[in-house]
Nanobody
Framework: QVQLVESGGGLAQTGGSLRLSCATSENILSFNSMAWYREAPGKPREMVAGITRAGDITRLPDSVEGRFTIFRENANNTLILQMNQLRPEDTAVYFC??????????WGQGIRVTVSS
């Protein structure tokens, strides 16, 4: 059973930073791709950053471009989302999603990020 455990969320002030981590029980390089998503109240879930096994980064939405960075710590089997210059509109529950080569997806439990104005 693949497990994804998220950590690092919480409360930040506008302009502050948070780093989200998503640790997997598997070899992270066994997955075809992985991504971070967020779900704000009253809004559909949106992808905010993705990365392939080869390390290619998907184009980030304009809303986070230049502020959010996705990368992996392969030795720790961990996916990271570094969020800088946070804004109140970044407030959401963030999820990590991993996709294997068979097209199966796995999800973290979700972690709350709240940015105060």
């Amino acid at each position: 059973q693949v497990q994804l455990v998220e950590s690092g969320g919480g409360l930040a002030q506008t302009g502050g930073s948070l780093r989200l981590s998503c640790a997997t029980s598997e070899n992270i390089l066994s997955f075809n791709s992985m991504a971070w998503y967020r779900e704000a109240p009253g809004k559909p879930r949106e992808m905010v950053a993705g990365i392939t096994r080869a390390g290619d980064i998907t184009r980030l939405p304009d809303s986070v471009e230049g502020r959010f960075t996705i990368f992996r710590e392969n030795a720790n089997n961990t996916l990271i989302l570094q969020m800088n210059q946070l804004r109140p509109e970044d407030t959401a529950v963030y999820f990590c999603g991993f996709y294997n080569t068979q097209g199966h997806s796995y999800w973290g439990q979700g972690i709350r990020v709240t940015v105060s104005s």
